[in-house]
């Protein structure tokens, strides 16, 4: 989606360092979303904002942190505590009304040795 | 426990036919669902969604049909076209969560020409 930028594509860090993961949006979205795609799964919910300063857990939130100071920018962290980092991140953004699509990113694929 | 599952991990097609992908739910209270397609190292892309209140959705190609009495839905495309391989994934609005998707695993089409 032309609308949400996440970089890089592509991460590599070695294990035991934190890393920040970028997701930009251009189409005034209040709500955003972090997931984490693993090979054969489907999209599992990290963190998510409803509105800028505010944020919240998903099913999957250990190990990770998020900001939302902007309404633009909703960058995460796969900190040294989370237990398996190595996956593919997507952020969505979602309008405010009722019963409308996620929209989303093109993903960064993180791996960590 | 899974709440969206999509039984079929792969799916063939011959090009002009009918590629039909099914998803099965647990929740009855589920009341929009969506389908999203996804190539290799991108993000989703909304396909198509329907309401609990019809039954069928239709979009040039692609029908979405719901049976809420079995919480069964099931894209159609019609007719299949070889830039239509990719995984197809449903996806359920999650009741909790204000935009969140709970989506299922995953299922790869590949349509041969």
């Known amino acids: 989606d032309g609308g949400i930028t996440q970089s890089p594509k592509y991460l590599f860090r070695k294990e035991g360092q934190n890393v920040t993961l970028s997701c930009e949006q251009n189409?005034?979205?209040?709500?955003m979303y972090w997931y984490r795609q693993d090979p054969g799964q489907g999209l599992r919910l990290i963190y998510y904002?409803?509105?800028?300063?505010?944020?919240q857990k998903g099913d999957i939130a250990e190990g990770y942190s998020v900001s939302r100071e902007k309404k633009e920018s909703f960058p995460l962290t796969v900190t040294s505590a989370q237990k398996n980092p190595t996956a593919f991140y997507l952020c969505?953004?979602?309008?405010?009304?009722?019963?409308?699509?996620?929209?989303f990113g093109n993903g960064t694929r993180l791996t960590v040795t | 426990d899974q709440q969206v599952k999509q039984n079929s991990p792969s799916l063939s097609v011959q090009e002009g036919r009918i590629s039909i992908l099914n998803c099965d739910y647990t929740?009855?209270?589920?009341?929009?669902f969506l389908w999203y397609k996804k190539y290799p190292a991108e993000g989703p892309t909304f396909l198509i969604s329907?309401?609990?209140?019809?039954d069928k959705n239709e979009d040039g190609r692609f029908t979405v049909f719901l049976n809420k009495s079995a919480k069964h839905l099931s894209l159609h495309i019609v007719p299949s076209q070889p830039g239509d391989s990719a995984v197809y994934f449903c996806?359920?609005?999650?009741?909790?969560?204000?935009?969140?998707?709970?989506f299922g695993k995953g299922t790869k089409l590949s349509v041969k020409p």
């Open positions: 969505a953004t979602k309008k405010g009304q009722a019963n409308s699509p996620l929209h």
């Open positions: 189409l005034n979205h209040d709500a």
């Open positions: 904002s409803q509105i800028v300063n505010d944020f």
């Open positions: 929740n009855s209270m589920f009341d929009y």
């Open positions: 329907i309401s609990s209140i019809k």
């Open positions: 996806a359920a609005a999650d009741l909790l969560v204000e935009g969140n998707l709970i």
